[in-house]
């Protein structure tokens, strides 16, 4: 699985959009993004995922460039409530050969401010 | 649905102690995960099950087993714990062609 980077934290004023990039530079041609955020001290949750094309579900957006090098999860009205560490991890499709486990680094901690 | 429980939630133990964690889920899926997370750090996986009566070793398995006799609870063990043990323990279950895994709320294992 290809490993990504990500700033280690960011802020957001509250009502605004919050912007959180990942670069995965080595992805490769089957493999997915991901992100999950934690807030503080729960278990992970799933947040939206895409291969090509940009996504958006209830929560966020998903931004990923043409060449899939780098992408950025957007929620687009952060309120106090985001405030957690968010993780971009990039995955092989479910297959016979992949479990689904998930690879994560130290993500980005995203501070929403009133 | 009660989703993904973990018991304990908090528990110290003492060097060589064993333990046992417990993880359930309701939702009939056939893959659970055993995670630890340490302070500052993204969570590590430590064993994974594809379905019932199997298991597998993920990146840190040393010091650790598993059982997954029945599909909806998956044990972590702790034969003689260490202090480099203590951490969160995260537990997360996903249905065959689902991507999305469903995490429970954590076991916090402190071992002095």
Excluded at chain 1, 79 to 89: E, F, G, N, P
Excluded at chain 2, 48 to 76: C, H, I, M, W
């Amino acid at each position: 699985d290809a490993k990504t980077t990500q700033p280690t934290s960011m802020d957001c004023a509250e009502g605004r959009a919050a912007n959180l990039p990942c670069n995965h530079s080595t992805i490769s041609g089957n493999e997915y993004v991901y992100w999950y955020r934690q807030i503080h001290s729960q278990g992970p949750q799933y947040i939206i995922h895409g291969l090509k094309n940009n996504e958006t579900n209830e929560m966020a957006s998903l931004i990923i460039t043409e060449d899939r090098k780098s992408s950025t999860l957007i929620l687009p009205h952060a309120t106090l409530r985001d405030t957690a560490v968010y993780y971009c991890i990039v995955r092989l499709p479910l297959g016979s050969s992949n479990t689904g486990k998930l690879i994560f680094g130290q993500g980005t901690t995203l501070q929403v401010k009133p | 649905n009660a989703g993904v429980t973990q018991t304990p939630k908090f528990r110290v133990l003492k060097t060589g102690q064993s333990m046992t964690l417990l993880c359930a889920q309701d939702m009939n899926h056939e893959y659970m995960y055993w995670y630890r997370q340490d302070p500052g750090m993204g969570l590590r996986l430590i064993h994974y099950s594809v379905g019932e009566g199997t298991t597998a070793k993920g990146e840190v398995p040393d010091g650790y087993n598993v059982s997954r006799l029945k599909k909806q609870n998956f044990l972590l063990g702790l034969e003689s714990a260490a202090p480099s043990q203590t951490s969160v323990y995260f537990c997360a279950s996903r249905n065959g062609g689902g991507n999305e895994q469903f995490f429970g709320p954590g076991t916090r294992l402190t071992v002095l």
